[in-house]
């Protein structure tokens, strides 16, 4: 009898609906915090870009991200060439910045747009073994999630084992 009392009381359904009211608006909260990182990453990521645009533009500006190393070997794939070599790896760079960002909002698009990301980025790594290697010097500086998926991509279209 006291549960029956309980449940026609005011006060019972003033609390009920006032955690409704606090939890609803907790979620909210959450959801706009969650909106708001992902805005933030998006300008970081336009930014970025960006600023590698303004690199491969202007190489006289020392801001390589390359190791020396690393234009040695890449410019004895192109025959010797130093400053195509390194004009290679900047957009190999820039398709790898872009690959990683689409990779990282996966779970946001659609399977559609996915797999036409994944398909693009492959249709590349396909071409040549110069956009492989590029892509391969880039990857690790990136997330680590994203660089196993990355390397383990680049390993399949080498062996021919090419997923769409």
Excluded at 31 to 42: D, G, H, T, V
Aim: with cysteine.
């Amino acid at each position: 009898m006291d549960i029956l009392n309980a449940l026609k009381s005011l006060d019972f359904w003033q609390t009920i609906g006032l955690i409704v009211s606090i939890a609803f608006t907790l979620w909210q909260a959450r959801l706009k915090i969650k909106e708001n990182r992902a805005e933030a990453y998006n300008r970081l990521h336009e930014e970025y870009i960006s600023f590698l645009q303004v690199c491969n533009q202007h190489p006289e500006l020392g801001f390589s991200e390359f190791e020396e190393e690393e234009l040695q070997y890449f410019s004895r794939l192109h025959g010797g060439d130093k400053e195509r070599a390194k004009s290679v790896l900047d957009l190999c760079n820039l398709l790898t910045a872009i690959w990683e960002h689409a990779f990282l909002l996966r779970s946001s698009m659609s399977k559609g747009q996915w797999e036409g990301w994944d398909k693009w980025v492959r249709d590349y790594l396909k071409r040549s073994k110069v956009i492989r290697e590029g892509v391969r010097i880039c990857v690790p500086w990136y997330d680590p999630d994203f660089v196993k998926f990355a390397q383990g991509v680049i390993e399949e279209v080498e062996r021919g084992l090419v997923n769409y």
